[in-house]
């Protein structure tokens, strides 16, 4: 066992002693020793269960014969730290959630890992450690939060984002009534978009992804995790050995397939990278041409995280585009993804087909994300095309540039921003933020203010998961690095092109070049600090905004 190096032998013996003060008897040393890597915190509603669901996945790996060991990790409430600069500190998260588990896994010398997560930036800062430690790992996220209901309706978080402009009674019906308890938001937001990628990927068990918070099979999936790592261990299956370029093409399918959160072209290209793989952009989009859209979920459509985890789940998604999935690739449950999906049978049939269209017959002939570049964004750029109206799918209008997220939230709530617009924030990248904030205040202040429709808004920051509209994200190269957005003038003419992938400034290229020459990048918004550490080695949002 990986862990002999810390307890066997008369050298160790002071080891043993530090064990035994913790109450470990001789029988427990000699058992494989498992890292619980928990991110349960008194933050975050998606986080407040886990310390359950951490003693269900210890009680497991016990009745499988191994010994868990729980640390923490650090946990941002993406929700609560949104429109503020509390904001620029939730990606950089992800990279010291994924050292963290790093340092407790190596200076433990630990056996295998069992990882508990929810949200946005740190499901993926688990899978990244994953990628970077290559021990035996499982995952088991958090599950989603129940729809909330008031004013007659099923609610989420997005619904106060949008509603909270209009005031009035409703307003505080929607605050009570929104998030209902504990879980990762009800829609197909970052957190949940992330878990689906999750089990798409094959590192936690069938059916882990939507079964939610306040489930008790949740639990049981926790259980049968703990117990399930202690298999992975003793065959010696890592998981770089689950987690390759097929595995990964099949969760970007997935998420093509369910319409998930633009943030997944920032974190899957981060979690490949870390299990040493090359991946860019372009394989969205390729992936997202060939893969119709088939789940309509909110913000997009109508339904909630509930409606698809009564319709199958993750595996009822599969089933329906099986033909172009990589089927032989390996999951944590020992078995290849057409095993599994040999043996899944929906248990609501009528459910199941209503909630989870066909290829035959698909909500789009596209998958919900498209990448686009142009004369703007020479690197590319994100947009959720699923939630997008018809009508903006092109559209052309005059520049209205804002230097930051509040510029633009004074500009929109101030009447500043009119229909036609073509709203334009930048550094707000990974640089320029720093932090790459994400941007949901402004765009559900259009959304809220009716604009959505007439209005589009591109930034070289990036987007919530619950965003919807023509808002366009991850322009790359951002401001900060002397990209083309840095040139931008108010009046400028720009071009979006959702079909034909493309975003252009519709500026004259002597133009450009004038602008640029006269260019200087702007005093960095922080100094000293993690911020400043991690301005200074951060990637570009099309490489996954990794630290190099």
């Not at 995790?225 to 969760?251: F, H």
């Not at 209005?455 to 998961?465: H, K, N, P, Q, Y």
């Not at 619950?466 to 190269?477: K, L, M, Q, W």
């Not at 500026?507 to 600090?529: L, Q």
Request: with cysteine; glycine share 12%; hydrophobic share 40%.
């Amino acid at each position: 066992m990986r862990s002999d190096v810390t307890k066997v032998g008369a050298k160790r013996a002071p080891h043993r002693a530090l064990l035994k003060g913790m109450g470990l008897t001789d029988d427990e040393i000699e058992r494989p020793f498992i890292g619980v890597a928990n991110s349960s915190n008194d933050f975050i509603p998606g986080h407040i269960h886990l310390d359950r669901i951490g003693q269900a996945v210890k009680d497991g790996i016990r009745m499988a014969g191994g010994v868990p060991f729980e640390f923490h990790t650090i946990g941002i409430c993406d929700g609560i730290a949104m429109g503020h600069g509390g904001m620029r500190y939730s990606l950089p998260s992800r990279e010291l959630i994924e050292d963290s588990i790093e340092i407790m896994a190596e200076g433990h010398q630990l056996d295998g890992l069992v990882l508990i997560a929810s949200c946005d930036k740190i499901v993926p800062g688990h899978l990244m450690a994953a990628g970077r430690l290559d021990l035996p790992t499982i995952a088991v996220t958090g599950g989603p939060m129940m729809p909330g209901f008031a004013c007659d309706s099923d609610l989420d978080l997005i619904n106060v984002f949008e509603g909270w402009q209009k005031g009035g009674e409703a307003l505080k019906a929607l605050e009570d009534g929104a998030c209902p308890g504990a879980g990762s938001c009800a829609g197909l937001f970052t957190a949940n978009t992330m878990a689906c990628m999750t089990e798409a990927m094959g590192l936690s068990l069938p059916g882990c992804a939507t079964a939610h918070a306040v489930d008790a099979k949740k639990m049981r999936i926790a259980k049968l995790s703990g117990m399930r790592i202690m298999e992975l261990v003793r065959q010696g299956i890592t998981a770089r050995k689950i987690v390759t370029i097929e595995s990964i093409e099949n969760a970007i399918r997935v998420d093509m397939a369910i319409g998930g959160s633009t943030n997944t072209t920032l974190h899957l290209p981060a979690i490949a990278s870390e299990f040493g793989l090359d991946m860019d952009l372009d394989l969205f989009d390729r992936l997202s041409l060939e893969t119709p859209h088939l789940v309509n979920l909110r913000p997009g459509g109508p339904f909630h995280m509930i409606d698809l985890d009564k319709a199958g789940g993750i595996r009822a998604v599969m089933s329906r585009i099986k033909g172009k999935l990589n089927l032989d690739a390996m999951t944590v449950s020992g078995r290849t993804i057409r095993e599994e999906l040999a043996d899944f049978v929906p248990v609501n049939p009528l459910t199941n087909a209503r909630i989870i269209a066909t290829l035959d017959s698909p909500i789009h002939p596209e998958g919900g994300i498209a990448i686009l570049k142009g004369s703007l964004a020479p690197d590319g750029s994100v947009v959720k095309q699923i939630a997008v109206s018809p009508a903006m799918m092109k559209h052309k209008g005059p520049a209205k540039v804002f230097e930051s997220e509040e510029d633009a939230m004074s500009g929109i709530m101030g009447g500043q921003v009119l229909a036609g617009d073509v709203v334009v924030i930048r550094y707000e990248g990974p640089k320029g933020g720093p932090g790459m904030r994400e941007t949901l205040s402004p765009t559900s202040a259009i959304a809220g203010a009716g604009l959505s429709e007439s209005v589009a808004l591109i930034t070289d920051g990036r987007f919530s998961g619950g965003t919807r509209g023509p808002c366009i994200g991850h322009v790359s190269p951002e401001a900060a690095a002397g990209g083309p957005i840095a040139f931008v003038q108010d009046g400028d003419e720009i071009s979006v092109d959702i079909p034909g992938r493309k975003l252009d400034l519709l500026v004259e290229a002597s133009e450009i070049e004038r602008r640029k020459a006269s260019w200087k990048p702007p005093e960095p918004k922080v100094s000293g600090g993690m911020l400043d550490r991690y301005r200074r080695s951060v990637t570009s949002a099309s490489k996954g905004g990794v630290l190099r």
